[in-house]
């Protein structure tokens, strides 16, 4: 799946202003990175159908130089290889691993697990890192952010199935349950099938893009 070029387009106006704004203290040059980030905010405006102030807001909050963001999946396994997932309260109650972005202050792996236990109250060991995957190259819907996709492999060591503030229903699939209304924007079946071979090869390297 590729992105529109108004897109990626916007996202690297939007990259540069802020870069700018964040090193350049010329008042005539903060000027110009101010319209840049404007520009930005009325490409995506124009073509999102969204407010442009709300989209303002949301590059507001955006400072220092840019970098992807990161969002963590942990794909949990039991004794019987069938994978965890959680039912999103949001984005249409899909089915995902369980994740999110990544929290400061906490490794990778830590907030894999943490994600683990807040979503579906299991506990889990990680096995190894699976995959560093990009948003973009990996083919999920189109976002305003650069992302980075971290996929560690686990293992279920206790807990029991307990939903949360952020999801509904927490269930157990083998590789041909898997449902099909997956949240497309957190998880993609190739992806999926992809942890599915971590799983029965733990010895493959990490896959990245």
């Known amino acids: 799946m590729h992105e529109p070029l108004w897109l990626v387009w916007a996202r690297k106006l939007q990259s540069i202003a802020q870069t700018g704004l964040t090193f350049n203290r010329d008042p005539y040059d903060r000027e ?16 999102t159908g969204e407010p442009a102030q709300r989209i303002a807001n949301l590059f ?8 992807p963001k990161i969002d963590v999946r942990a794909a949990v396994f039991d004794e019987q290889h069938r994978l965890l997932f959680v039912r999103e309260a949001a984005d249409h109650g899909r089915w995902t691993l ?6 400061v202050n906490l490794a990778p792996a830590e907030n894999a697990l943490k994600e683990v236990q807040e ?5 889990a060991r990680i096995i190894k890192l699976a995959a560093a995957w990009d948003r973009v190259r990996q083919g ?5 952010w650069s992302c980075l996709k971290l996929f560690f492999l686990c293992e279920v060591t206790g807990g029991e199935a307990r939903t949360s503030h952020e999801t509904t229903e927490v269930a157990w699939f083998g590789r041909n349950e898997i ?3 997956l949240s497309l924007g957190r998880v993609l079946p190739h992806q999926i099938a992809r942890m599915y071979d971590h799983l029965a090869d733990p010895a493959l390297p990490v896959d990245f893009d």
């Open 32 to 47: 110009r990175y101010e319209m840049v980030a404007e520009v930005a905010t009325s490409m995506l405006a124009a073509q």
């Open 60 to 67: 507001a909050g955006e400072s220092g130089y840019p970098t």
């Open 98 to 103: 369980p994740g999110g972005w990544a929290d």
């Open 119 to 123: 979503e579906s109250g299991f506990e």
């Open 140 to 144: 999920h819907p189109p976002s305003a």
């Open 179 to 181: 449902p099909d209304d």
